[in-house]
T-cell receptor
Framework: DGGITQSPKYLFRKEGQNVTLSCEQN?????MYWYRQDPGQGLRLIYY???????QKGDIAEGYSVSREKKESFPLTVTSAQKNPTAFYLC??????????FGPGTRLTVL | GDSVTQMEGPVTLSEEAFLTINCTYT??????LFWYVQYPGEGLQLLLK?????DKGSNKGFEATYRKETTSFHLEKGSVQVSDSAVYFC????????????FGKGTMLLVSP
């Protein structure tokens, strides 16, 4: 079955640590996205990538970094510079019809 | 810039009631419009979409019509079920080139038996 996987489902981070969230898709989509979701805030775009080896900042990129070395993979690193990283993180990829398909999400908690 | 405004929730209904969740948007040109649904602890699922004025998107009993004159894309369902309890997001994307989604803040729907 084609789809998007994210791991881990739950992640705990100590203050000052960097953590990396995994996102993999086997849908053969060129474009991939990372969103952050906070209660009552909707989704906010962190980074997106339209093609391998290229990515752009979204609305809230500070304290985050990404890479896009393979079409299938778009990992997100939450760095120690992100002051309030506790949130639900969602990865998505996009079809040629502008439809985005989402993974199941990773819930990050800072201890 | 583009924006999406949804009615605040929670919307609380009894099973078999009629559902309307309002969504209005601000955008240049003619965007594509979407409704996504999120069940507790999960990612978003595409529910329906419309790509041009007067298009009606429909799926699983839900419908929404793209109204250019009122810049609206209200979600409706004739008879809700307990299993419809979720958060619903309205979103838009410009129809030009590669583009990102702009989401509303979401509306929680709670359906009681």
């Amino acid at each position: 079955d084609g789809g998007i996987t994210q791991s881990p489902k739950y992640l705990f981070r100590k203050e000052g640590q960097n953590v990396t969230l995994s996102c993999e898709q086997n849908l053969n989509h060129d474009a991939m996205y990372w969103y952050r979701q906070d209660p009552g805030q909707g989704l906010r775009l962190i980074y997106y990538s339209q093609i391998v080896n290229d990515f752009q900042k979204g609305d809230i990129a500070e304290g985050y970094s990404v890479s896009r070395e393979k079409k299938e993979s778009f990992p997100l690193t939450v760095t120690s510079a992100q002051k309030n990283p506790t949130a639900f993180y969602l990865c998505a990829s996009r079809t040629s019809y502008n439809e985005q398909f989402f993974g199941p999400g990773t819930r990050l908690t800072v201890l | 810039g583009d924006s999406v405004t949804q009615m605040e929730g929670p919307v609380t209904l009894s099973e078999e009631a009629f559902l309307t969740i309002n969504c209005t948007y601000t955008a240049t040109g003619y965007p594509s419009l979407f409704w996504y649904v999120q069940y507790p602890g999960e990612g978003l699922q595409l529910l329906l979409k419309a790509t041009k004025a007067d298009d009606k998107g429909s799926n699983k009993g839900f419908e929404a019509t793209y109204r250019k004159e009122t810049t609206s894309f209200h979600l409706e369902k004739g008879s809700v079920q307990v299993s419809d309890s979720a958060v619903y997001f309205c979103a838009l994307t410009p129809n030009s080139g590669y583009s990102t989604l702009t989401f509303g803040k979401g509306t929680m729907l709670l359906v009681s038996p």
